[in-house]
């Protein structure tokens, strides 16, 4: 007997389509920004390192992470307009965002295996974290418009994130836990390292058991999908037709051209910011013991994300008050002093300090830019099609700005001097506003 499944617009089905934030978004909090940099830095300490062999060269570890970073963003730029594609012809959304769910949190997992010893394979294990994780949120984003009608979509997708920060941090916090007091998980030494690095071990093991644990309720309810009309043609290469009829589109756009260029080059610096936040913090502050380490770097996290809420409602009211392109151009002016100050980082407090001024930047400039393209587009029907390229010109932004990052860290032997190469993308960009035609109001 087929399940009749809730219908478009109902409590069921909008609840279920917002739970899967709480499944995955304990991803890209625990693994992207706290635990895995801390580990993976605490790794190469212990062994006493700072370099490791790969494809027969000797590489550092912060440009390591940041070249395979930026080859898994290119991956996902690359492959996602085909599955789209391909999901489009099978009518069959879910299906994709399963395999990639499973996908990211079996890598996860595989995670607790994670050692220098074994680097290809550690790496790999990274690599699909990553590439599951967006892959699969890729697709969950692609449901709102057909789980929530127009006037319901900003409300349940405000849901989405809060049940996602709550949900993470709710785990976060027990993680830490266990990292600072291993002893009162059962967690003890062994041959493989000290106890807080085999709970950091554990803690992998959480996010990709409560990621496939939670994510069973939003599959339950969550549609096949639905087959688009000329979908049927050209399978493969849809996804691709599309964003070449979108660039099509923006010919005589002028102002969302220039808009998005803006964009394209400040997003490269702050999804970078985003990614090695914590591997800079890791590395270039001057901790007095590990356990502060450990400590210090999430309670920085913890303060990023609470800030952020803040700084996003700061940044709505200026808007406001003065307009979109105004508020990003004095957002982005205030990024470049952030850089300049994180060049002079030393002790754990400047750390803290500069912690709370990205937190409060952080939150605004992503809704802000997201908000102000949509008020660039022109009238259409095929909103969904303009944003897949927004997600694409910012994928390709992360591919450019952590590879130069990686580049300028393994150039100069420092990863303060690839900061400031960021503040110049900032710059750039703030620079770049100031051609967007400003005759329009927003």
């Known amino acids: 007997m087929s399940r009749?499944?809730?219908?478009?617009?109902?409590?069921?089905?909008?609840?279920?389509w917002a739970f899967y934030d709480w499944a995955n978004s304990v991803y890209s909090l625990v693994i992207s920004s706290a635990i895995f940099p801390i580990f993976y830095g605490a790794l190469?300490?212990?062994?006493?390192?700072?370099?490791?062999?790969?494809?027969?060269?000797?590489?550092?570890?912060?440009?390591?992470?940041?070249?395979?970073?930026?080859?898994?963003?290119?991956?996902?730029?690359?492959?996602?307009?085909?599955?789209?594609?391909?999901?489009?012809?099978?009518?069959?959304?879910?299906?994709?965002?399963?395999l990639f769910c499973y996908l990211g949190a079996s890598s996860c997992i595989g995670l607790y295996w994670f050692s220098l010893e074994h680097i290809y394979f550690s790496l790999v294990c990274y690599f699909f974290g990553l590439v599951g994780f967006w892959v699969s949120f890729a697709f969950s984003n692609s449901y709102l418009p057909d789980i929530a009608f127009p006037g319901q979509q900003d409300r349940i997708s405000a849901k989405g994130f809060s049940l996602g920060y709550i949900g993470s941090v709710i785990l976060l916090l027990f993680n830490l836990a266990m990292v600072m007091k291993p002893n009162l998980f059962g967690i003890e030494t062994d041959a493989g390292g000290i106890a807080e690095i085999k709970a950091m071990r554990y803690s992998f093991l959480t996010v990709g058991l409560w990621w496939v644990g939670f994510s069973q309720y939003s599959f339950y309810f969550l549609p096949k999908g639905f087959k688009r009309e000329g979908a049927r043609k050209h399978i493969i290469l849809n996804g691709f037709r599309e964003l070449k009829n979108v660039w099509h589109q923006m010919g005589g756009q002028i102002k969302l051209k220039r808009y998005l260029a803006a964009f394209f080059i400040y997003s490269m610096a702050v999804q970078t910011v985003m990614l090695i936040a914590t591997y800079f913090g890791e590395e270039e502050i001057q901790w007095t013991s590990d356990s502060e380490r450990t400590t210090g770097l999430i309670i920085s996290i913890l303060l990023i994300q609470l800030v952020a809420i803040a700084g996003a409602t700061l940044t709505a009211k200026a808007s406001k008050a003065y307009g979109n392109i105004a508020t990003l151009i004095v957002v982005n002016i205030l990024w470049v002093l952030i850089c300049i100050y994180a060049y002079f980082l030393i002790t754990p407090m400047d750390f803290y300090i500069a912690a709370g001024c990205v937190g409060v930047v952080m939150g605004g400039i992503?809704?802000?830019?997201?908000?102000?393209?949509?008020?660039?587009?022109?009238?259409?029907?095929?909103?969904?099609?303009?944003?897949?390229?927004?997600?694409?010109?910012?994928?390709?932004?992360?591919?450019?700005?952590?590879?130069?990052?990686?580049?300028?860290?393994?150039?100069?032997?420092?990863?303060?001097?690839?900061?400031?190469?960021?503040?110049?993308?900032?710059?750039?960009?703030?620079?770049?506003?100031?051609?967007?035609?400003k005759t329009r109001e927003i």
Do not use: H
């Open 4 to 16: 009749i499944l809730p219908i478009k617009g109902s409590k069921k089905l909008l609840n279920a």
């Open 366 to 437: 992503q809704a802000l830019s997201r908000s102000t393209y949509s008020k660039f587009l022109p009238e259409t029907t095929d909103t969904a099609s303009f944003f897949s390229f927004y997600d694409v010109a910012e994928k390709i932004g992360i591919v450019i700005g952590t590879f130069l990052y990686g580049f300028a860290a393994q150039y100069f032997g420092s990863m303060r001097y690839a900061i400031i190469l960021l503040g110049l993308f900032f710059m750039a960009g703030a620079f770049l506003l100031t051609r967007v035609n």
């Open 44 to 98: 190469f300490r212990v062994a006493g390192i700072e370099k490791v062999v790969v494809f027969g060269g000797e590489i550092a570890r912060a440009p390591l992470i940041s070249y395979v970073t930026s080859a898994a963003f290119l991956f996902i730029a690359l492959i996602t307009p085909i599955l789209s594609g391909i999901a489009d012809y099978l009518g069959n959304k879910r299906l994709f965002m399963k």
